[in-house]
């Protein structure tokens, strides 16, 4: 690292340190959904007082319980390949704060991501002078402020916004898409986003605006796609459906993605080279250098074959299994690496998981928002699967890999049940080439 490098990286921490002093629901310590505010105000009030920069870029949002980062991802992909200046922002990020915004496919750097969250920060400042609405700002307010304001000052013309939690309420609400996306609909923070599909379909539907087109892969007649149907009709927003069915995850996303190039093209967009954007622009090239950390991650480390993803409902679990399982030598069973948090289904998650696993090696990542170790191999045992515990993720690796080792050939090792799991392994994974789709 260079010595200007090296400063960068030094203001960086000091920004997100200071940063996280702030509320951050994403590892908040308090269980309690009631205490979560949600609102969109704090965060418009923020990027006003920051010039707006988000109006300064054609956006396409994205929402979605599965497969909504990796379509956005996909998304951008195409529009840098069609030679547009374009940023990216998704959530979480799995190791370091830089991947939540990627500038024409690179993860933006210490120095600009620095100075966003410093001006971001001193607009809270003012607010709490002057008792705006920004003073009230969460973590993922001011985190996403800062993203659209760094994206603006790099002169990015078109942003692909992932959702962080919902759509209705989420920050990134602030902003006028084109193009709407919303994968799949499935039940994930029923305490906040409500108890039904239905209900979260709501909330997710909440990103649509007048003027934008809606891109899904919901059935006008599931239980989700009626309401979505329904007030798309009420905001006179055009639906375009993609095909859902037994398509891997990959390719779902890839569907998705080829569709809003298209729609983007028939509303008049052009490539730089003057001809309308399309779903052409996804070649292969495209698609493996969308590739987000920890979403269906493949790599070999000491002679196993090792699977990350961060697939935390039920139906995400299954149709991330279907997906590794029809790759070359993921076909056996796996030795399952769990941690999750207590949100989260963790009885439906283990029986999705229970046919295609040989053992459980149950683990955390250490906070009260987490079930314990202990917790998931009694639920584990409960349901007849073979368990065991590990009190850190590293270990819990290192046990997951002696036992494929030891058992049979065909055995592999999935980690799975949490992005944030996924970010406390993969540093031991990330010294070995990645594994594309085969």
């Known amino acids: 690292m260079t010595e200007s490098a090296g400063r960068g990286r030094e203001r960086a921490q000091r920004a997100i340190a200071e940063l996280d002093q ?74 370091r704060l830089n991947e939540r915004l990627r500038i024409d496919g690179d993860d933006i750097e210490d120095e600009p991501l620095a100075e966003a969250i410093e001006r971001t920060l001193a607009a809270r400042q003012e607010a709490l002078a002057d008792h705006g609405p920004a003073a009230d700002a969460t973590w993922f307010d001011l985190i996403t402020a800062a993203a659209f304001l760094a994206a603006g000052e790099a002169r990015a013309q078109w942003l692909v916004a992932e959702v962080g ?22 039940l994930e923070h029923t305490a906040v986003l409500g108890s039904t599909r239905a209900a979260i379909a709501a909330e997710k539907a909440g990103i649509l605006k007048r003027g934008a087109t809606l891109v899904t892969t919901l059935p006008e007649h599931d239980e989700a796609g009626a309401v979505v149907a329904r007030i798309a009709r009420e905001l006179d927003v055009p639906i375009v459906r993609v095909a859902g069915g037994a398509r891997s995850i990959l390719a779902r996303n890839l569907a998705l993605a080829e569709e809003v190039l298209d729609e983007l093209g028939r509303r008049g967009h052009l490539a730089v080279a003057g001809v309308p954007l399309t779903r052409h622009l996804l070649d292969e090239v495209v698609v493996a250098a969308a590739a987000l950390p920890g979403r269906l991650e493949v790599r070999e480390l000491d002679g196993v074959r090792v699977a990350i993803d961060g697939a935390h409902v039920p139906e995400s679990v299954r149709d991330v299994l279907a997906d590794l399982r029809s790759r070359r030598g993921l076909g056996g069973k796996a030795v399952v690496v769990l941690g999750m948090g207590r949100d989260k289904d963790l009885t439906g998650i283990l029986k999705a998981l229970g046919p295609h696993a040989e053992k459980v090696v149950c683990t955390s990542v250490g906070t009260d928002l987490h079930y314990t170790p202990d917790e998931i191999a009694g639920e584990a045992q409960r349901l007849g699967m073979a368990a065991e515990t590990a009190a850190e993720p590293m270990t819990a690796l290192e046990r997951a890999l002696a036992l494929a080792r030891v058992a049979r050939t065909e055995f592999w090792v999935l980690v799975i049940g949490s992005l944030y799991l996924a970010g406390a392994v993969r540093p031991a994974l990330v010294r070995v080439r990645p594994e594309h789709p085969c």
């Not at 939690?165 to 499935?186: F, H, K, Y």
């Open 165 to 186: 939690l919902g759509g209705r309420l989420a920050s990134t609400n602030v902003v006028e898409p084109e193009v709407c996306v919303i994968t799949q609909v499935e």
């Open 22 to 95: 702030l509320i951050n629901w994403e590892r908040r310590k308090r269980s309690s959904a009631a205490a979560m505010r949600f609102s969109i105000e704090p965060a418009r009030d923020l990027l006003r007082r920051l010039g707006d920069p988000h109006r300064t870029m054609r956006v396409v949002h994205v929402t979605g319980t599965k497969g909504k980062g990796s379509t956005a991802s996909l998304i951008a992909g195409g529009l840098v390949r069609a030679g547009w200046s374009t940023a990216l922002y998704t959530s979480p990020h799995v190791e």
